[in-house]
């Protein structure tokens, strides 16, 4: 055992050794290659389908149900990725997520009426984006430990260089094919998945110990054998009377067997209830449902999933947003959103570097974001029908979304152990999905209650908003929390002084 207990130390420096290093970059370059293929339809959402929207009679709460349903069926796959991630590794998952994106796109290219966009962009293309993106997330944080936070703002910034070429690439594929053409082109575009798939190669540790788990097993298979063997010994001397002890049991209890039948038939039933409970406590084991003891964790949760429901719901609409508040045509309309593209460049390239200087928590540069994004939408909907005034709110919503692009994905990860982080991320994306289908269309339906964006842009701003205040509030519980175990403690030693 001691030799076993060696070998574990030694392969746990090995594997750490070959963190933050060595291919732990080529996970990064799959990941940004993957980002690239298969973001561009979502980060287009609005410039995309525009028109198709337009000719079809969609309006603005359809728009925002087509949208957020594609994000809930991507977020519900999320309970099930800690499962997934165990059983399958980082490039099965990716190769999978990958073809399902793919023909998702080939079949949107054809949809022409609401069902239909509902069965493939909703269904599909959101089945692909929720098998694909934990398999991206996972990999980045079991490759790094030391420097997460760097090769997360690598991959993070290298993403978005898509958005600055996409929106006046698609405008000339728009202008030349229509919808159904550039969609066609987009899945060809998506098939690069399948090569940043390729480098998402497992982790050795992994092997490693599944190996170790075997060794240890037989181990324990060797002593639990000896220890029969010896027992037998012992138990050939009281066979005898075992015998009789068993006949004059079965007499006994065939003599009472009439009597107890209606115990028998409680304890049956009893059994049952203990089968299903025990159940019911393996799956909220395997699924890590501990996580949602902790009230830190679940303000965190919350407050992202409220405020990831607004931005994104900015973000996919604001072609809708320029067209009509400020008057845009849709060339006007792509070259904002390569602007805005631009600073969000800038704020994943700058803002991690000053807050490694800071040492400010990825919270509160988060919640920076926010109040940004607030800013912004709120200049837009006072003076949004200037042209100077949206080239500069698109800087600031710009500089706010690589701000929050690059730490909304390192919270979770810093706050739980790695361990835990396929559970704690699958439950962010379960509630994620949950709020997105429950909140996500009212923003829509403001718009068409008040018949401008103008009431739906005040509504994102209050969700972000919540999202501050709760975190406000669980940051207050937690201190209060702290001062009171603090005194606690100075009062038993006090009293142990005394």
Not at 52 to 64: E, K, N, P, V
Not at 223 to 244: F, M, Y
Not at 312 to 319: E, L
Request: net charge positive; with cysteine.
């Amino acid at each position: 055992m001691r030799r076993l207990r060696r070998l574990i130390d030694t392969i746990d420096r090995m594997a750490l050794d070959k963190t933050d290093r060595g291919w732990a970059w080529a996970i990064v370059v799959g990941v940004t290659v993957i980002n690239l293929a298969v973001l561009p339809i979502q980060q287009c959402f609005g410039l995309i389908f525009a028109e198709r929207f337009s000719s079809l009679g969609i309006t603005a709460t359809q728009t925002s149900l087509i949208l957020h349903l594609n994000g809930t069926i991507t977020c519900s796959l999320g309970l099930i990725s800690g499962p997934m991630m165990k059983k399958f590794t980082f490039r099965q998952v990716a190769y999978f997520g990958s073809l399902t994106i793919v023909l998702g796109i080939c079949i949107t290219a054809f949809a022409v009426s609401l069902p239909t966009l509902i069965i493939t962009f909703c269904i599909i293309i959101g089945i692909g984006q929720g098998i694909i993106f934990p398999a991206t997330t996972l990999s980045l944080n079991t490759y790094f430990r030391k420097k997460r936070n760097v090769a997360m703002g690598f991959s993070i910034t290298m993403t978005g260089l898509g958005p600055i070429v996409m929106p006046l690439l698609i405008d000339v594929l728009l202008e030349n094919y229509a919808t159904t053409g550039t969609l066609l082109i987009l899945a060809g575009i998506a098939t690069h998945s399948f090569i940043g798939a390729s480098l998402l190669r497992p982790f050795e540790k992994q092997r490693e110990i599944i190996l170790i788990d075997k060794t240890t097993n037989i181990l324990k298979e060797e002593k639990n054998w000896r220890k029969t063997e010896a027992s037998c010994a012992d138990n050939e001397a009281n066979l005898q009377d075992d015998i009789v002890q068993c006949r004059l049991l079965n007499e006994e209890d065939a003599e009472k067997g009439r009597q107890s039948s209606h115990h028998l038939k409680n304890s049956k039933a009893k059994v049952n209830k203990n089968e299903k409970i025990s159940f019911l406590n393996k799956i909220a084991t395997n699924l890590d449902l501990d996580l949602l003891h902790d009230s830190c964790y679940v303000a965190i949760v919350l407050g992202m999933s409220i405020s990831l429901v607004a931005e994104t719901n900015f973000n996919a609409m604001i072609p809708f947003v320029l067209a009509e508040l400020a008057s845009l045509d849709r060339t006007s309309i792509a070259t904002v959103m390569s602007i805005q593209a631009a600073a969000d460049i800038t704020g994943r390239l700058c803002v991690p570097l000053l807050a490694q200087k800071t040492g400010w928590k990825c919270r509160n540069l988060y919640v920076i974001s926010l109040l940004g994004s607030i800013l912004g939408r709120t200049i837009l909907s006072t003076w949004g029908d200037s042209y100077v005034i949206v080239i500069g709110v698109s800087l600031i919503v710009g500089l706010a979304k690589g701000t929050k692009a690059v730490f909304q994905a390192l919270i979770i990860p810093d706050y739980v152990p790695l361990e835990r982080l396929p559970s704690a991320s699958g439950i962010l994306m379960v509630c994620n999905g949950i709020l997105s289908i429950s909140v996500g269309p009212i923003i829509g339906l403001v718009h068409d209650l008040t018949d401008s964006y103008v009431g739906a842009l005040y509504f994102t701003s209050l969700l972000s908003f919540f999202c501050i205040f709760l975190w406000f509030i669980s940051g207050l519980w937690t201190l209060g929390n702290i001062l009171r175990l603090t005194k606690q403690n100075s009062e038993e030693n006090s009293h142990q002084n005394v």
